[in-house]
């Protein structure tokens, strides 16, 4: 992809796109534009050398892999840099797109060196499965960035360690603080119209002014790389890869594939990763037991009674009999009984 970035370093147009005119507004909507990676690429380069203020700048459905999603926070990096995160976006809509590791570590770092960034939207983003390096770095710059306000991972699987460190960020931090030039504005305004305002209601003022924070969560996860505590990052992948189903682990080759991995582990990630493997062999064969029984059901219609039970259910009721007062008559030992005593 990089190759074809360098190819192309005049793209100024791609899928409708035209990146050299991105300056036009504050606010640069691509959202389902399907630019993919070398677009990215392309945008990347257009961001860093732009100066212009962007308010928010919105990817949704564009196609990015993790290459495409490092490469656009790239660019936008490069120029908070120059400035000092004053030309950044406030908004920065990625969902619907393949973060990965390299995506995710890369907006990690983004949101530790950006300081403008308010709203951060990853809804439907195909973020790492489990609790990884760059989810973890993820959860640590959602607490260190305190203007962030909004993060949604709404319809985004949340592995349960990194959803729950997210929730205590909330806890521990409400509401952002107020920026510093909104109370020097509030200060001049005051001081213009001669107003005096003591330090407990000045407090008082910018505590109410403050903005709360939203987290926007969708399903938390229990990844089997977290349940059975995968410790190294290639262990990890590798678990991960077969729960998705990105690694049949019926396949001949994926099962070479998964022994060849397994060489390199240490041991206890070796016993760790086929504890993981026997327990998706076990899932999926119970997923397929329970189709086919649905599919029989559905084709078949319910499964006929048993000939026994109807029969002991007969023997049953001519065995048993009620008298005229109502009480249940056991014929078949009544008989019995009284040939039984007359012999004796």
């Known amino acids: 992809v990089a190759a074809a970035a360098r190819r192309h370093a005049g793209l100024r147009s791609l899928n409708g796109v035209a990146f050299a005119k991105i300056e036009a507004g504050t606010r640069i909507d691509l959202r389902a534009r399907r630019i993919g990676d070398v677009g990215a690429l392309a945008l990347g380069r257009e961001l860093e050398r732009s100066r212009r203020v962007i308010d928010e700048l919105d990817l949704r459905q564009c196609a990015l892999s993790p290459v495409g999603v490092a490469a656009v926070l790239h660019g936008l990096g490069r120029r908070g840099a120059a400035d000092r995160g004053a030309a950044n976006p406030r908004t920065l809509d990625l969902g619907q797109n393949e973060l990965g590791e390299l995506g995710t570590a890369a907006l990690a770092r983004y949101l530790k060196a950006d300081g403008r960034l308010e709203e951060l939207r990853l809804s439907g983003a195909d973020l790492p499965r489990s609790t990884t390096r760059a989810m973890v770095d993820l959860g640590l710059a959602f607490e260190a960035h305190a203007a962030l306000a909004v993060l949604d991972l709404s319809r985004t699987d949340v592995p349960a360690r990194v959803a729950a460190a997210l929730r205590r960020t909330i806890?521990?931090?409400?509401?952002?603080?107020?920026?510093?030039?909104?109370k020097f504005a509030f200060l001049g305004a005051i001081r213009r119209r001669a107003f005096l305002i003591d330090e407990d209601s000045l407090r008082a003022i910018f505590g109410f002014a403050?903005?709360?924070?939203?987290?926007?969560?969708?399903?938390d996860r229990q990844p089997l790389a977290d349940v059975f505590n995968v410790?190294?990052?290639?262990?990890?992948?590798?678990?991960?890869?077969?729960?998705?189903?990105?690694?049949?682990?019926?396949?001949d080759e994926a099962?070479?594939?998964?022994?060849?991995w397994l060489q390199r582990f240490e041991p206890r990630d070796q016993d760790m990763v086929r504890r993981a493997y026997w327990t998706i062999q076990t899932r999926r064969q119970q997923e397929q037991d329970a189709d086919d029984g649905?599919?029989?059901?559905?084709?078949?219609?319910?499964?006929?009674?048993?000939?026994?039970?109807?029969?002991?259910?007969?023997?049953?009721?001519?065995a048993m009999g009620v008298d005229a007062e109502g009480e249940v008559v056991d014929d078949s030992e009544s008989g019995d009984g009284e040939d039984a005593m007359a012999t004796e």
Do not use: H
């Open 171 to 182: 806890e521990k931090r409400p509401a952002v603080p107020l920026p510093k030039e909104a």
């Open 210 to 219: 403050r903005r709360k924070r939203v987290l926007r969560l969708g399903q």
């Open 231 to 251: 410790r190294s990052p290639a262990a990890r992948a590798l678990v991960d890869r077969m729960e998705s189903g990105e690694l049949l682990t019926e396949d």
């Open 255 to 260: 099962i070479a594939e998964i022994n060849d």
């Open 294 to 318: 649905l599919e029989a059901f559905v084709n078949e219609g319910p499964p006929p009674d048993s000939s026994d039970s109807d029969s002991s259910d007969t023997d049953s009721d001519e």
